[in-house]
């Protein structure tokens, strides 16, 4: 028998009050409502499914998603510029001044794009920022502009307590927040086959299925029986880099262990600017890569024995 659908919403919504000994003696004598009883629950779990795979996406530091967090740029965004990719900066502001100049960079003959981590640890995070906004540069969200606005919510929140290394978030106006928070986590650039992350991206995972931590933190993966799985140590596993195959060409940076990496496919861009390396930066269609040298060694690099 048929019931309209509306008749069956009424009945649900009714029995989901009921006592459950209620609801056991009309099962008990009436199949038509048994029926309906076992459509309650299939609509029960039908909804809860849908609760789930609904519920907005985040890394391990919990934050609201931006408006697009896969940024694609098309010729209306490039308008037939050069595209120049600069690795991780923390902060070293006169090195990325020089890397401009380096690149002869002008506005209407370049277009740049930061891999993230423009702030932190370094000497000048809110002039660099600045900067890149000044510069209307895109860039993807590292782990420290994540790292950032968790902090700034915390001050912002009342707590005093602010690390050393975060004390400049509390100098950010609005906009600038606004401007962390809209980071997308990838930038895909289909004319150029290329695609911008902070951190990696897992193999044979579509971009909207990938674990948004492993955008900005990953560095390693290991195989474990047939399955890539991302590692939670640099030095345990391979680059994850080593194991892309494609068809995008990768450029990323937060792997400052590991320095200028150059794979097929994938081409790793944090050079230790800030421990006393070479800010990087590599024009897309040449694929020329210019360093310049840090002023100095702005932190100690920590040992990484494993
Ligand atoms: C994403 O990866 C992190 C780090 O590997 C892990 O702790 C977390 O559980 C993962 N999240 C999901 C939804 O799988």
């Given at each position: 028998?048929?019931?309209?659908?509306?008749?069956v919403?009424t009945?649900?919504?009714?029995?989901?009050?009921?006592?459950?000994d209620?609801?056991?003696?009309?099962?008990?004598?009436?199949?038509?409502t048994?029926?309906?009883v076992?459509l309650?629950?299939?609509?029960?779990?039908?909804?809860?499914?849908?609760?789930?795979?609904?519920?907005?996406?985040?890394?391990?530091?919990?934050?609201?998603?931006?408006?697009?967090?896969?940024l694609?740029?098309?010729?209306?965004?490039?308008?037939?510029?050069?595209?120049?990719?600069?690795?991780?900066?923390?902060?070293?502001?006169?090195?990325?001044?020089?890397?401009?100049?380096?690149?002869?960079?002008?506005?209407?003959?370049?277009?740049l794009?930061?891999?993230g981590?423009l702030?932190?640890?370094?000497?000048?995070?809110?002039?660099?920022?600045?900067?890149?906004?000044?510069?209307?540069?895109?860039?993807?969200?590292?782990?420290?502009e994540?790292i950032a606005?968790?902090?700034?919510?915390?001050?912002?929140?009342g707590?005093?307590?602010?690390p050393?290394?975060?004390?400049?978030?509390t100098?950010?106006?609005?906009?600038?927040?606004?401007?962390?928070?809209?980071?997308?986590?990838?930038?895909?650039?289909?004319?150029?086959?290329?695609?911008?992350?902070?951190?990696?991206?897992?193999?044979?995972v579509?971009?909207?299925?990938?674990?948004?931590?492993?955008?900005?933190?990953?560095?390693?993966?290991?195989?474990i029986?047939?399955?890539?799985?991302?590692?939670p140590?640099?030095?345990?596993g391979k680059?994850?880099?080593?194991?892309?195959?494609?068809p995008?060409?990768?450029?990323?940076?937060?792997?400052?262990?590991?320095?200028?990496?150059?794979?097929?496919?994938a081409?790793?861009?944090?050079?230790?600017?800030?421990?006393?390396?070479?800010?990087?930066?590599?024009?897309?269609?040449?694929n020329?890569?210019?360093?310049?040298r840090?002023?100095?060694?702005?932190?100690?690099?920590?040992?990484?024995?494993?």
């Amino acid at each position: 028998m048929l019931l309209p659908l509306c008749k069956v919403r009424t009945t649900l919504l009714e029995l989901s009050y009921m006592k459950l000994d209620t609801l056991i003696t009309i099962i008990r004598t009436h199949h038509v409502t048994s029926m309906i009883v076992i459509l309650f629950y299939m609509y029960i779990i039908f909804t809860k499914r849908f609760e789930k795979s609904s519920e907005p996406r985040s890394s391990k530091y919990k934050l609201k998603l931006p408006k697009t967090p896969h940024l694609t740029l098309y010729e209306k965004d490039i308008k037939n510029r050069q595209i120049f990719i600069i690795g991780d900066v923390h902060g070293c502001l006169e090195e990325l001044e020089d890397l401009l100049v380096l690149a002869n960079y002008e506005s209407d003959k370049i277009l740049l794009i930061f891999v993230g981590d423009l702030v932190n640890k370094g000497p000048h995070s809110v002039q660099t920022l600045r900067k890149v906004r000044e510069l209307n540069a895109y860039a993807v969200r590292g782990n420290h502009e994540e790292i950032a606005l968790v902090q700034y919510m915390t001050w912002w929140n009342g707590e005093v307590v602010t690390p050393r290394k975060c004390s400049w978030t509390t100098e950010l106006n609005e906009d600038e927040v606004d401007f962390l928070q809209e980071l997308p986590y990838t930038i895909e650039i289909p004319s150029k086959n290329a695609l911008i992350v902070h951190g990696g991206i897992v193999p044979g995972v579509s971009l909207e299925n990938q674990n948004l931590t492993h955008f900005i933190s990953m560095r390693s993966l290991q195989t474990i029986g047939e399955k890539l799985i991302a590692s939670p140590r640099t030095f345990i596993g391979k680059p994850w880099a080593s194991f892309w195959s494609g068809p995008r060409h990768v450029y990323f940076g937060h792997d400052a262990a590991r320095s200028l990496q150059q794979y097929p496919y994938a081409t790793g861009l944090d050079t230790r600017c800030l421990y006393g390396g070479f800010i990087s930066g590599i024009f897309l269609d040449s694929n020329k890569i210019l360093q310049i040298r840090a002023k100095l060694v702005h932190q100690k690099p920590k040992i990484k024995t494993e």
